[in-house]
């Protein structure tokens, strides 16, 4: 089955982001750099440290992707247009909640996770690494009243 996932673009901080995400959204990070590839040309060598490729495995099942650009390739910064979403039932609401609060260290844009008029707990959050981020844990139905 095919998986749709978030490959975030970095200048030369990926790993720092990375390991950002994985504090706040646990599971396994595996990052591969430019200086593991022996047969790479033409990076300098002052950025082999940098990711060429980082993959974050949650225990949830959610994949997050994300690179360097250093000077080898433009870098293409997060826009505005682009939200990583976290998204789930009230099942997982303790969770998204939780990531949301580690999230939330050092963002900008924020919106408070809490509940919204149709009745989800909804936030939003620019990181401090310029990722734009959305939260919602659905109710599963509409308040009353």
Do not use: C
């Amino acid at each position: 089955m095919a998986k749709l996932n978030p490959y975030l673009s970095f200048k030369d901080n990926a790993r720092q982001a990375l390991e950002f995400y994985q504090a706040a959204l646990g599971g396994e990070l595996d990052i591969m750099t430019f200086g593991d590839m022996p047969d790479m040309p033409g990076v300098p060598e002052g950025e082999r440290t940098l990711v060429m490729h980082g993959q974050l495995e949650t225990p949830s099942g959610l994949t997050l992707m994300a690179a360097d650009a250093g000077t080898m390739m433009p870098h293409v910064p997060a826009t505005a247009g682009v939200t990583v979403a976290l998204t789930g039932g009230l099942d997982d609401l303790d969770y998204i909640t939780g990531v949301y609060a580690a999230l939330s260290d050092g963002a900008s844009d924020v919106l408070p996770f809490e509940v919204a008029p149709w009745g989800d707990h909804y936030g939003q959050l620019t990181d401090k690494f310029g990722v734009s981020w959305m939260f919602d844990a659905g109710a599963g139905e509409l308040p009353q009243g």
